[in-house]
C-alpha cells in the first residue's frame, strides 16, 4: 500500500505568516524521523486521512490542519466521506504508527535511539 505524507508548515522569512502545504514522503512505509514535532503532517494511506499534530506546532498550523485536509481530499478527487482522525504527538494509536518504519539516517550520519 502506497501511503502519501504532507507537511503544513507555517512559512518564515518570506513567506512569514504564510503557510505551506507540500509532499514530504510517497512510500510504502513512511520513516517516523519524517514526522517532525514543530509541524502538522496529513497522511493519506488510501483509505483514511489522519492529522498528526506536533507538540511545538504553532496555534496557526493546528487550525489550519483540517481545512488543508479537507482541501486535499477535493483537490486529489478523494471520496469527500472518507474518514480524517486528528493524532497528538504522543498519544499516537498502534493503528496509526503502522504505517510508519524505522527512522531513516540522512546520507553522512546516523540515527542514534
Known amino acids: 500500500m502506497t501511503r502519501v505524507l504532507y507537511r503544513l508548515h507555517e512559512g518564515m522569512g518570506?513567506?512569514?505568516?504564510?503557510?505551506?502545504?507540500?509532499?514530504?514522503?510517497?512510500?510504502?512505509?513512511?520513516?517516523?524521523?519524517?514526522?517532525?514535532?514543530?509541524?502538522?503532517?496529513?497522511?493519506?494511506?488510501?483509505?483514511?486521512?489522519?492529522?498528526?499534530?506536533?507538540?511545538?506546532?504553532?496555534?496557526?498550523?493546528?487550525?489550519?490542519?483540517?481545512?488543508?485536509?479537507?482541501?486535499?481530499?477535493?483537490?486529489?478527487?478523494?471520496p469527500e466521506i472518507m474518514p480524517i482522525t486528528r493524532v497528538v504527538e504522543g498519544t499516537e494509536s498502534a493503528k496509526f504508527l503502522e504505517h510508519f518504519g524505522p527512522a531513516v539516517a540522512p546520507k553522512g550520519c546516523c540515527i542514534i535511539s
Open 14 to 78: 518570506l513567506n512569514a505568516g504564510g503557510m505551506s502545504f507540500s509532499k514530504k514522503y510517497e512510500g510504502n512505509k513512511i520513516p517516523k524521523n519524517n514526522l517532525l514535532s514543530n509541524d502538522v503532517f496529513v497522511l493519506d494511506n488510501g483509505f483514511h486521512i489522519y492529522i498528526w499534530v506536533g507538540a511545538g506546532a504553532s496555534d496557526k498550523e493546528k487550525a489550519n490542519s483540517f481545512p488543508y485536509a479537507h482541501k486535499y481530499l477535493k483537490d486529489h478527487k478523494r
